[in-house]
């Protein structure tokens, strides 16, 4: 239980399916129009958090033994940006190793399609800089505006998608996400893996949202896994070391079983030393127990379908 000790309180910093006014010039006229656009930059609280994620993943890959190498996170970042050369692993770094290796070994024991639906701040560079196995579609839902500035930076230093995969992405301002992953092509009768990481949530109203479309679009049996903000438990129970029955509760009630991940026993894992320190964050890793939506519709056709035929055949028999 100690694990999960010490998680700070996070100030919330964006509305989930809220845009926020966001504005920007591509010709400037005078240093004043720069120092403008410059400063609606600073002042998105979205676009900071991705960049301090990308900033993070960009001082483990060059740390002497890094957790994971990120080529194309140094695109978000500033050019005289400071190198981390502590010994021990920052919580974010963790993460995002655990669920990289997650992502992976789960998607190379599927079949045929594989869908992998990730949520993130809109600078998540998974889908360049892991090694996918053929046939694998990448649904990125993320700020769409976080998004857009990220895909011309990896366009300009040449990052593609592995061969035989496809990445699309899915608006988080989308009036409905789920219907807007099934016009992508998800399909909810075929395995699925989703992880989130660095999607901007505010409310325990909105990662419910959250919970309702991971359970109704994945099939019995998927994974969902990434990291939650710890203040959520705070706010709705006060008291921190109540957070795993908070999240076990939570969870069932969407119809999943969950299992909260020590970020010390990940380091451990690696043989890495965790950084001191509180983190905002709370690691996790649920399975899906219920059918998709797609999954009942499906049955729901068979099984009207068998009563018709039933109905023929008593029918030919009279």
């Not at 001082?59 to 194309?72: A, G, M, S």
């Not at 496809?166 to 099934?182: C, D, K, T, Y």
Request: hydrophobic content about 40%; proline content about 5%; overall charge neutral.
């Amino acid at each position: 239980m100690d694990c999960f000790l010490g998680f700070a309180h996070a100030p919330a910093t964006a509305i989930l399916r809220r845009p926020v006014t966001y504005t920007t010039s591509r010709t400037y006229r005078n240093g004043g129009l720069r120092l403008r656009a410059r400063l609606v930059e600073e002042n998105d609280p979205l676009l900071q958090s991705a960049l301090d994620s990308a900033s993070l993943r960009f001082r483990e890959t060059h740390r002497p033994e890094p957790l994971f190498v990120d080529p194309y996170a140094g695109c978000f970042v500033a050019p005289n940006a400071q190198m981390d050369m502590k010994q021990s692993s920052d919580h974010y770094c963790l993460a995002t190793k655990f669920i990289d290796d997650k992502l992976l070994r789960t998607v190379n024991h599927i079949d045929g399609l594989k869908q992998v639906v990730l949520l993130t701040d809109g600078m998540d560079t998974r889908p360049y800089r892991l090694s996918w196995p053929t046939s694998t579609i990448i649904f990125n839902i993320s700020p769409e505006r976080v998004f857009k500035r990220a895909a011309e930076k990896l366009q300009g230093v040449g990052a593609k998608i592995p061969r035989s995969c496809v990445s699309l992405h899915v608006p988080l301002e989308s009036s409905n996400i789920q219907q807007s992953l099934r016009a992508k092509g998800f399909n909810g009768n075929r395995p699925s893996i989703w992880a989130m990481q660095g999607l901007p949530v505010m409310t325990l109203a909105s990662f419910e949202d959250i919970l309702l479309t991971v359970s109704g679009s994945a099939m019995n049996g998927c994974f969902f896994l990434g990291e939650l903000p710890a203040w959520l438990a705070e706010t709705e129970i006060g008291i921190k070391t109540s957070a795993r029955k908070w999240m076990e509760k939570l969870f069932m009630n969407n119809g999943f079983r969950v299992d909260m991940i020590c970020y010390e026993e990940v380091a451990r894992s690696l043989g890495k030393e965790l950084a001191s320190g509180c983190y905002k964050n709370i690691l996790f890793s649920a399975e899906q127990l219920r059918f998709s939506d797609d999954q009942m519709e499906t049955w729901r056709k068979e099984f009207q379908r068998a009563e018709e035929e039933g109905d023929e055949e008593g029918f030919e028999e009279l």
